[in-house]
């Protein structure tokens, strides 16, 4: 069944087009949904290699976009980048809109199982499945074929968790302040998130856990990226948990030239500390997205 994607505005920037979309999502149990897409120049002559971009708590399709700085070294990559939005909007479940890391703009990239929030709050499904099919109705030149993930906070967590569950899929993984062991119980955002979304709640979300994921691709060719700000207040406050991630990777054979974490002096948790290392972002990922 076509989705019938809608283009609402378009926009020119550093040589190429950035389009938002909508339709209306059958996996979001029928609520609609928006997304940006970023298509480099390059395209009108080859297919763009894609890399997507998950924000966090509180922001949506177009938070990346705006304050990232993404889309110019993308530009000069012949990268292009899609924005997902971070949840269902108006899906209208009691109490989505009672917190702000919870239910709307929070939906942590995964498939609830509670059956109070599983009809809408699909986003794992959306992003792994739907999505793809949506950007391939638009008939755009892209080769989904070479996709990579990227995203913040939140969006870290779902950029690596559904890239260590698809490496069939997806070449690369970054992540900007991760929340890299969510199923741990220091995480409160992750026990608040699985307690609610999921009725097996911080166990049944370990298969969502890139800390727990990374054990299970012992032996796998895996390439990941993240950087983290030892002056982020969500750091200090043991909701990303890096230490914990590194240790699993080094424990399932990983070295630094395929799982490479790092802690950056003095940065926070904000786009300034993520446009600030974007560009290498960027790099890392077109290195993996050139090759066929």
Known sequence: MPLNVEKISSNRAFGGEFNKYKFNSPVLGGTTTQFNVFIPAQASEKLSPVLYYFAGLTCNEDTGAWKGGFIRDAAEEGIALVFPDTSPRGAGVEGEDESWDFGSAAGFYINATNSKWSKQYNMYDHIVKELPEAIKELGIALDLSRSSLMGHSMGGHGALSIYLKNLDKFRSASAFSAIFNP???????????????????QEEGKS??????????????????????????????????PENFVAAAKEAGFDESQVQVRSRPGYDHSYYFISTFAPAHIKFHAQHLREY
């Open 183 to 201: 199923s741990n119980p220091e995480c409160q955002w992750g026990r608040k998130a699985f307690s609610g979304y999921l009725n097996g709640g």
């Open 208 to 241: 969502s856990d890139a800390t727990e994921l990374i054990r299970t691709v012992k032996g796998q060719k895996v390439a990941i990226l993240a950087d983290y700000g030892d002056a982020d207040k969500f750091y200090q406050e043991k909701q990303l948990l």
